[in-house]
């Protein structure tokens, strides 16, 4: 089952803050963090295997609860390289199987 | 480089006609992946496969069909039985050594003309 991402479309101003939500209705174990510009390839953020990790890129950095099953990734200080699609991935109902979320868009102005 | 090349980039197809895309990797990984895009829409797995011999269907696999006859490689082959395969196809990969990272093609564009 697709794992739900809210919000859908988020617009910020440079240096604005936001967060991205995913959960899932199945047991997690691993949620992956992508971000697609239009036509592109998904590029890899980070991914989080365990229960109340977190990582940080940059500035953006994400959490995983195993208990809620969820995640969620932080956008601090936005730039406008941020805009773009960002997708979680979950591996649930076995190891290999790897299923997205719908995504939410994220556009930064000036 | 090491990477995932995925080919042809664009294509068009008549309709009641098959095609095959190519996804070929050279990062010894073992599993791969292939998922379609739709305009302003998530990835959705289409099928995947583990390991040499063995794949498995994912959430869209109706009108397609895959083989996974050498590790390296995992065509897609879209069939005239899928009703809509206008879309942005990706392939990607990833194995355990890789720290589970996924790795993606550059994906390829196949419209029904």
């Known amino acids: 089952q697709q794992p739900v991402q809210s919000p859908q479309a988020v617009i910020l101003r440079e240096g604005e803050d936001a967060v991205i939500n995913c959960s899932s209705s199945k047991a997690l174990y691993s949620v992956h963090w992508y971000r697609q510009k239009h036509g592109e390839a998904p590029v890899f953020l980070m991914i989080l295997l365990k229960g109340g990790e977190q990582k940080g890129h940059e500035k953006i950095s994400a959490s995983f609860n195993e208990k809620k099953q969820q995640s969620s990734l932080y956008l601090t200080a936005s730039q406008l390289s941020y805009s773009g699609t960002y997708f979680c991935g979950t591996a649930s109902g076995g190891y290999n199987k790897l299923i997205f979320g719908a995504g939410t868009r994220l556009a930064v102005h000036p | 480089d090491g990477g995932i090349t995925q080919s042809p980039k664009y294509l068009f197809r008549k309709e009641g006609q098959n095609v095959t895309l190519s996804c070929e990797q050279n990062?010894?990984?073992?599993?791969m992946y292939w998922y379609r895009q739709d305009p302003g829409q998530g990835l959705r797995l289409i099928y995947y496969s583990q390991i040499v011999n063995d794949f498995q269907k994912g959430d869209i696999a109706e009108g397609y069909s895959v083989s996974r006859e050498k590790k390296e490689s995992f065509p897609l082959t879209v069939t005239s039985a899928q009703k809509n395969p206008t879309a942005f196809y990706l392939c990607?990969?990833?194995?355990?050594?890789?720290?589970?990272?996924?790795?993606f093609g550059e994906g390829s564009w196949l419209t029904v003309v």
């Open positions: 990607a990969s990833r194995t355990i050594s890789s720290g589970n990272t996924i790795y």
């Open positions: 990062l010894n990984h073992d599993a």
